[in-house]
């Protein structure tokens, strides 16, 4: 089989213009919590048209310096940041939340379908215990007759 592997991130260096366009992007993103849209890149970057806006995000999209949600407006990622994150608060985004109460009702999911092997309900426990640090003492309170039932299952 011949197939074609598209390189890593590390091996193709996004150009000097998409380097300002992704420290563009990260830095609005890093401001407003969500990603520009093209014309606000083109004027923040003093670009002549969206085309050429789109020229370039196309291009970082291939090279995996971005990723973009399909049918989403402001959906854009960095998917390699330069410089680290650096978190300040424990305070979630919505968005962020509604996120994190998925994967956790997944992990749930996923337990309740394995009552009879061995469920590890301390982890399960963890996550309870993390809805509540986050302050999303409403989810946390969700999940605690899920977590008592599967407990006596595990018994």
Known sequence: MNEKQTPSVSAVRPTKKQ???????EKFIGEH????S???VMRGLDYTSV???????NSLIKRGHLRKRENSARSLEV???DLPTTITTNEIAPGEE????????????????????AVDIDNLYV????????????AAQSFIPR????KQAAK
Do not use: N
Request: no cysteine; net charge negative; aromatic share 8%.
């Open 147 to 150: 977590l008592s039932g599967l």
């Open 127 to 138: 996550l309870v215990g993390a809805l509540k640090v986050l302050g999303l003492d409403g």
């Open 19 to 25: 380097r300002e366009l992704l420290g563009f992007i």
């Open 98 to 117: 509604k996120w994190l109460v998925e994967k956790i009702e997944h992990a749930f999911t996923q337990a309740e379908q394995a009552v009879a092997e």
């Open 38 to 40: 093209y014309r606000e």
């Open 79 to 81: 998917v390699q940041a």
């Open 51 to 57: 085309a050429t806006v789109a020229l370039h995000i």
């Open 33 to 36: 919590g969500y990603s520009p």
